[in-house]
């Protein structure tokens, strides 16, 4: 049994940044990965960043050069940083993490990020 909490999501100007945080209860069975998904107005959810617990990143294209996914394992917490945000990055933003040896899948309830003027 793991929850994860996400925070730090908002409103911000197209131009500005977040930081997303992701909290685990407790420590995911590894080896592992956290990521960060979004799911759009009307559209399907999609996969944002993902880490696993040695360090290895994969990014969609879409967010590559923009945003940086990092992992603190001794705080179990994952993080979003989000630079130069653009409109189309609005969406509801879910924290993942997957053991490698267990077929379940961890969500968190999401965090709204919106980029408007």
């Known amino acids: 049994q793991v929850q994860l909490v996400e925070s730090g999501g908002g409103l911000v100007q197209p131009g500005g940044s977040l930081r997303l945080s992701c909290a685990a209860s407790r420590s995911i069975s590894s080896p592992n990965a956290m990521g960060w998904y979004r799911q759009a107005p009307g559209k399907e959810r999609e996969l944002v960043a993902v880490?696993?617990?040695?360090?290895?990143?994969n990014y969609a294209d879409s967010v590559k050069g923009r945003f940086t996914i990092s992992r603190d394992n001794a705080k179990n917490t994952v993080y979003l940083q989000m630079n130069s945000l653009k409109p189309e990055d609005t969406a509801v933003y879910y924290c993942n993490a997957r053991p490698h040896y267990y077929a379940i899948s961890y969500w968190g309830k999401g965090t709204l990020v919106t980029v408007s003027s």
């Open positions: 880490i696993t617990n040695n360090g290895s990143t």
